[in-house]
C-alpha cells in the first residue's frame, strides 16, 4: 500500500505563493505518474498537473499554466508543486494522487490513479 501525504497548503492573499509537497511512504516501484487534483466546494475535482518519473514528462491544467511548475525529488520520493501568482479561484484542497501511464493524456484523469492523499487546504483571499 502506498501512502501518500500532502502539506504545505495553507492562508495566502492572492498575487501570493505556496509550495505543496507530496511524499510517498515508500517508493511507489509500480507507479510511473505523480498527479495534483484540487476540489473546491461544490465543484468537481479538477486536475492540475503530474509528473511521470520514467521520462520527466508533464502535464497542465491550462487554468495553471505559467504559474504552477511540478517537480519531484527521486532521492526523497517527494513531489512538489510550486504555486505563484494566486488567485482566489486556486481555493481548493488540493490532493496528491499516483499511478501508472504510457499516455500523457491519460495522466490528467483522475479516475485512473490508484492512489491519493487525504489532501491539503489552499485558501486565497482577494
Known amino acids: 500500500q502506498v501512502l501518500l501525504v500532502e502539506s504545505g497548503g495553507g492562508l495566502v492573499q492572492a498575487g501570493g505563493s505556496l509550495r505543496l509537497s507530496c511524499a510517498a511512504s515508500?517508493?511507489?516501484?509500480?507507479?510511473?505518474?505523480v498527479g495534483w487534483f484540487r476540489q473546491a466546494p461544490g465543484k468537481e475535482r479538477q486536475f492540475v498537473a503530474a509528473?511521470?518519473?520514467?521520462?520527466?514528462?508533464?502535464v497542465y491544467a491550462d487554468s495553471v499554466k505559467g504559474r504552477f511548475t511540478i517537480s519531484r525529488d527521486n532521492v526523497k520520493n517527494a513531489v512538489y508543486l510550486q504555486m505563484n501568482s494566486l488567485k482566489p479561484e486556486d481555493t481548493a484542497v488540493y490532493y496528491c494522487?499516483?499511478?501508472?501511464?504510457?499516455?500523457?493524456?491519460?495522466?490528467?484523469?483522475?479516475?485512473?490513479?490508484?492512489?491519493w492523499g487525504q489532501g491539503t487546504q489552499v485558501t486565497v483571499s482577494s
Open positions: 494522487s499516483a499511478g501508472s501511464f504510457g499516455s500523457s493524456a491519460a495522466m490528467s484523469l483522475g479516475d485512473l490513479y490508484d492512489y
Open positions: 509528473i511521470r518519473r520514467t521520462d520527466s514528462n508533464i
Open positions: 515508500r517508493r511507489t516501484f509500480r507507479t510511473n505518474t
